[in-house]
């Protein structure tokens, strides 16, 4: 059966939609806020090490994967390998991939979902209409699951459209809107009083952290989810890359920008905290460190809004737009790594593919949202804190030692002939197979003794 299989249509579409898929909450709400309660600067550090380390030369290793082998993570694994049995390892590992994509999806809805609903609740504030802005800020079983329904949808109608009419064209169209937004965010909140004492904790590093196990794992995870990597979305985005992209250089750019916007927010969120405290808001916690996480966003942040009057309304606004659309460009490419399993593996139609994914999706995050206190944290730290690392440790397997060298370097010369002459040829092949295997696996030895 052979199914005409989707492409990025130039080297902007895909870098926007891989940097769409990079950039979403993970920067704009964990990095700040994992920033904010690890050292400030010295969290920043070393995010900015391991992100260039480590996190790209596993971005690489997807990319290259993908696109040599043009399909899902289940078919490219074991188009790779050697043997029948490696393979099989390999098409398992796909698989699992895809899982943790989906369970990834199933909280990140309902939090874009959280998203929605604030952005909402500023329209009804501009509006004056009180109650119906109460209700959809306050924490209720169906208000979770009604606006979670609405962000699956979102996302449903744009994979179903296709690579090129859905994933590029949207990425394409947002990912400038967010940009713009944030930068406009930043300035703004650079005129309020209190800004510049948040810069200071954001840029003035407390290096006693920074060698804290803690600290250095915090960053790992950060890095690797803002990179989605480890469940084969970058594997698929790699897939619908044309054959003459040079992908050192593509992949190098997308975690540029994705760097670039976290610390970029990091600009808005750690400033925006001290101009709360400068206007009453309490954000520190009992034990006197900084408030974080999820009371950062949806306590500390609404009550700086509701102390601005109309001008809060406004910034309230545009700051939840500015989250849903970030929310919205990531968790498409969540949603594809299933759906491209579907249609090349079991052959099935885009449309009908996309819907049937979605659903079970969805359903996964009402089963979260009726158990929320069992399951929400624990499905995060599942699948973000040991299956990320552990399926992106397997992907430089493949890409270091299963895969062979000089098949390898082909698929990189189809972009660069002269690839083996420069520095990234020289660096990364030894990169992958031994300097991310190793450190990936103290790291993660060390969080589950920690
Ligand atoms: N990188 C996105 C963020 O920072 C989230 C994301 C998109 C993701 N696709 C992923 C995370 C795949 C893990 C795996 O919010």
Not at 393 to 410: P, S, T
Request: with cysteine.
């Amino acid at each position: 059966m052979s199914i005409i299989r989707g492409e990025f249509s130039s080297r902007f579409g895909f870098v926007m939609a891989a940097s769409g898929s990079a950039v979403g909450l993970g920067n704009i709400w964990g990095f700040p806020t994992q920033a904010a309660s690890n050292g400030g600067a010295a969290f920043l550090l070393v995010y900015l090490i391991l992100a260039f380390t480590l996190a790209y030369p596993a971005l690489m290793a997807e990319l290259i994967i993908g696109r040599h082998a043009h399909a899902n993570a289940v078919s490219a694994l074991r188009l790779v390998s050697p043997n029948r049995l490696i393979g099989n390892i390999g098409a398992l590992a796909g698989i699992a991939g895809l899982v943790v994509a989906s369970l990834i999806l199933s909280f990140y809805a309902i939090v874009a979902g959280w998203m929605i609903a604030f952005f909402f609740a500023s329209i009804a504030d501009l509006f004056g209409i009180e109650a119906l802005s109460v209700w959809l800020i306050s924490f209720s079983t169906l208000r979770n699951i009604m606006f979670m329904l609405i962000f699956m949808a979102l996302n449903v109608g744009i994979i179903s459209a296709g690579v090129q009419g859905g994933i590029e064209r949207w990425s394409t169209r947002l990912m400038p809107v967010l940009l713009t937004t944030l930068a406009l965010l930043v300035i703004y909140v650079f005129t309020l009083d209190g800004a510049l004492e948040g810069l200071r904790v954001y840029l003035l590093p407390d290096f006693s952290q920074i060698l804290s196990p803690g600290l250095i794992i915090n960053a790992l995870g950060s890095a690797f989810f803002s990179l989605s990597l480890g469940v084969g979305t970058m594997l698929i985005y790699g897939s619908y890359i044309k054959d003459n992209e040079n992908l050192p250089v593509v992949g190098g750019m997308v975690t540029l920008l994705d760097v670039m916007i976290a610390v970029l927010a990091g600009f808005l969120v750690l400033p925006a905290m001290y101009v709360a405290l400068h206007s009453g808001v309490e954000i520190f916690t009992d034990s006197g460190d900084l408030i974080s996480e999820d009371t950062l966003i949806f306590t500390v942040l609404p009550e700086l809004f509701y102390a601005m009057g109309v001008t809060g309304i406004i910034v309230s606004l545009i700051f939840f737009f500015l989250m849903s659309v970030a929310a919205v460009t990531s968790s498409i490419s969540m949603l594809e790594v299933p759906v491209a399993y579907a249609i090349e593996e079991r052959g099935i139609d885009r449309k009908i593919a996309t819907f049937g994914v979605g659903c079970v999706i969805a359903l996964i995050s009402c089963c979260i949202l009726l158990n929320f206190e069992t399951f929400f944290s624990a499905v995060i730290i599942f699948t973000t804190r040991y299956s990320q690392p552990l399926l992106g440790f397997v992907f430089c397997i493949y890409a270091g030692w299963v895969w062979q060298r000089d098949l390898l370097l082909r698929e990189l010369r189809k972009g660069n002939p002269n690839i083996s002459e420069g520095l990234f040829w020289k660096i990364w092949p030894w990169y992958v197979r031994l300097v991310c295997p190793l450190i990936i696996l103290a790291i993660f030895v060390q969080s589950i003794w920690g």
